[in-house]
């Protein structure tokens, strides 16, 4: 199952300068629980703005990153070809792709679940999450912590 986390303002807003451009402790603990033991893709600038503020790859998963370059990190797995990976994903795996724009771009016609925590706020910022065609997805699971909701989306046609 290929699943994308993120959280957003009421805007689609997902970034600022290669950060989140708000903090809410209880997204980051949601994030966590989420995907623990789990396989984590992104990019390169984000698997390197994780490294910059934990001074390694996020502990406990199995930390992916795509990238153009030719690249070997020490604590993850890299790859070039987005589609092809995703393609080899077993149903039974959970692969959870947390950024940056251009990955979740590529990766959402692969996606069978979405986890979006909605913030009800606007905010300052330069990058946004595609636009989905949510007609595509049915609410499975959602809970509201204001300013936060939690939402889950399934795939209906998977």
Excluded: C
């Excluded at 001074?55 to 199995?62: I, S, T, V």
């Excluded at 990766?107 to 913030?119: K, N, Q």
């Amino acid at each position: 199952m290929i699943a994308l986390i993120v959280a957003m303002d009421r805007n689609g807003l997902i970034g600022k300068d290669n950060e989140l451009p708000w903090h809410f402790p209880e997204d980051l603990d949601y994030f966590k629980r989420v995907t623990k033991h789990k396989k984590v893709l992104m990019g390169r600038k984000t698997y390197e703005s994780i490294v910059d503020k934990l001074g390694k790859a996020l502990p406990l998963r199995e930390n992916i990153v795509l990238t153009r370059q030719r690249l070997k990190l020490e604590d993850a797995y890299v790859i070039n070809d987005l589609p092809a990976y995703l393609r080899k994903v077993p149903e039974e795996d959970t692969l959870f792709v947390i950024g940056g724009r251009m990955v979740y771009e590529a990766s959402l016609p692969f996606a069978d679940r979405l986890y979006i925590t909605h913030i009800d706020g606007a905010y300052e910022g330069d990058t946004y999450f595609p636009t989905v065609d949510f007609s595509k997805f049915e609410i499975v699971q959602k809970e509201k912590r204001p300013p936060l909701t939690f939402v889950v989306y399934e795939r209906k046609d998977r």
